[in-house]
């Protein structure tokens, strides 16, 4: 079970942040919070991960409610490259695999 | 950071023949190594996960004598597709762990026909 809901598709303008938001009220108090995202016809790619804190890295920003039932990938300023299918992912420490959801379909508009 | 090359990026086969694909992390050991398989418009399905040394583990419903996995060394896996069929045509992804985090291959486009 993938243990995340996401909307299937969003838009956005080029130049403004684009905001995915991760739903993962079962998330235990052991589990990691993972981004992917995935261009067409390649391999995922890594975007960031947190436990319970805030991060940020020079893809993205990633904010996690304080109860951790949800989180939010924060892309800045987005561009026609960010297009992408964009995967939340709730790993349990210990637990090596990674189970993907459906994503959400980003599409950045010129 | 981290590298995993997959080869071939695409190969097509003809019905009943067994098709080879490897993973390579290039720049760091990978003990444990995943094979997911991507059908279109879907998401990534995890397939086995391949174990150094050791025998891979296969998610419910993947036939291991179908989809052979050999993980001989710590930098290569080999999944190999025997007697494919063009239902076994997807697109095939692997991934190695890096440290706390997964990189991934590009991965390989099967076409049977």
């Known amino acids: 079970d993938a243990k995340t809901t996401q909307p299937t598709s969003m838009d956005c303008a080029e130049g403004r942040a684009a905001n995915l938001p991760c739903n993962h009220s079962t998330i235990s108090g052991n589990e990691y919070v993972y981004w992917y995202r995935q261009i067409h016809s390649q391999g995922p790619q890594y975007i960031i991960h947190?436990?319970?804190n805030n991060e940020t890295n020079e893809m993205a920003s990633l904010i996690i409610t304080e109860d951790r039932k949800s989180s939010t990938l924060i892309l800045p300023h987005a561009t026609l490259r960010d297009t992408a299918v964009y995967y939340c992912i709730v790993r349990e420490f210990g637990n090596e695999k990674l189970t993907f959801g459906t994503g959400t379909r980003l599409t950045i508009i010129p | 950071g981290a590298v995993v090359s997959q080869h071939p990026s695409w190969v097509i086969c003809k019905s009943g023949t067994s098709v080879k694909i490897e993973c390579r992390s290039l720049?760091?050991?990978?003990?444990?190594m995943f094979w997911y398989r991507q059908f279109p418009k879907q998401s990534l399905m995890l397939m086995a996960t391949s174990n150094e040394g050791s025998k891979a583990t296969y998610e419910q419903g993947v036939e291991k004598d179908k989809f052979l996995i050999n993980h001989a060394s710590l930098t290569l896996s080999t999944l190999t597709v025997t007697s494919a069929h063009p239902e076994d045509s997807s697109f095939y992804i692997c991934?190695?762990?890096?440290?706390?985090?997964?990189?991934f291959g590009s991965g390989t486009r099967l076409t049977v026909v």
């Open positions: 991934s190695a762990r890096d440290g706390l985090g997964y990189t």
């Open positions: 947190g436990l319970k």
């Open positions: 720049d760091f050991q990978a003990t444990t």
